[in-house]
């Protein structure tokens, strides 16, 4: 009796399999793994965020606050009030790089009072630091984070197009005349298309309206109507999402950190 052929399909399929269960292959992958597990269904772990909460107290050493810190940013229960003081804390260490993970950590458990300390963050001597506030501010909502906003989003005070462009994002959120202005400055002084494109995205959020690039369109509009946002949407903030990679379709391996389209924390619906 002949037994059917597997296909080339299934047999790369399965070597892919074991490859990635040999000793050493799940670094390659990106897989957390138990030692000494004994079966495919308990050979992978999760994050242990026992251990990352000590890490992330570590006053000896940096390297470990940052990774303690940026794993619990992934933790479902970071929004309780003992890591949200952790975040509060490390959003002013002197390692930029726990001051960055802070950040990150604030942005997507905290509430709108956290958002003064991103709006602080705005002027943190590191780059790195003040792009992940500008996005923190993105996902939570507080008119009092506004001059912050308003006054890094322009070349004069932000030399890092970068920064300007995640706070002019973050102004979409905000239905008030001085936004408008200042985003509609963006788009006439901004050398930086990506600054310009932002400032864009905001103005369409705020106005429902679509006049391009032009400066001149928008000013000229806006003199004109009485009620710039009566057609206002319902602001977004900038998320993750990606397809999944050859590795991440195989059983037993998590798929990307996608992430939902929301609306920042403490934004209530028009209405």
């Known amino acids: 009796m002949q037994h059917p052929t597997p296909s080339a399909a299934l047999l790369a399929a399965i070597g892919l399999g074991v490859c990635v269960l040999v000793a050493g292959g799940c670094g390659s992958v990106g897989l957390n793994y138990k030692p000494g597990a004994r079966s495919i269904l308990d050979f992978q772990t999760g994050p242990d965020y026992s ?3 000590i890490m992330a107290r570590n006053p000896y050493n940096a390297s470990d606050r940052f990774s303690g810190t940026l794993t619990l940013v992934s933790a479902p229960f970071a929004s309780e009030d003992i890591y949200l003081g952790l975040f509060e804390t490390n959003i002013t260490d002197r390692d930029q790089s726990v001051r960055m993970a802070a950040c990150r ?25 003040r792009v ?9 909502h507080n ?4 001059p912050a906003l308003l006054r890094r989003c322009v070349e004069e005070s932000e030399p ?9 994002h973050a102004l979409g959120q905000y239905a ?11 788009l006439r002084e901004d050398p930086s298309l990506a600054v310009n494109a932002s400032a864009l995205s905001a103005l369409r959020a705020l106005t429902g309206e679509d ?7 928008w000013s000229g509009w806006i003199d004109q109507t009485t009620e710039p946002f009566a057609n206002q949407v319902m602001y977004t903030y900038r998320y993750f999402h990606r397809s999944p990679t050859l590795i ?3 059983p037993f391996v998590p798929g990307p950190p996608n992430e939902v389209r929301a609306s920042p924390a403490g934004l209530l619906p028009r209405g």
């Open 132 to 140: 992940e506030a500008a996005r923190g501010l993105q996902r939570i």
């Open 143 to 146: 008119p009092e984070a506004v």
């Open 248 to 250: 991440e379709r195989l």
């Open 176 to 186: 008030e005349p001085r936004v408008l202005e200042q985003l509609v400055r963006v």
């Open 105 to 129: 950590g604030l942005a997507n458990h905290g509430t709108p009072e956290h958002a003064l300390l991103l709006a602080t963050a705005l002027d943190d001597p590191s780059d790195l630091v």
């Open 51 to 53: 251990r990352a909460a």
């Open 211 to 217: 006049f391009g690039l032009s400066a001149t369109a």
């Open 160 to 168: 890092v197009a970068a920064v300007r462009a995640e706070c002019a």
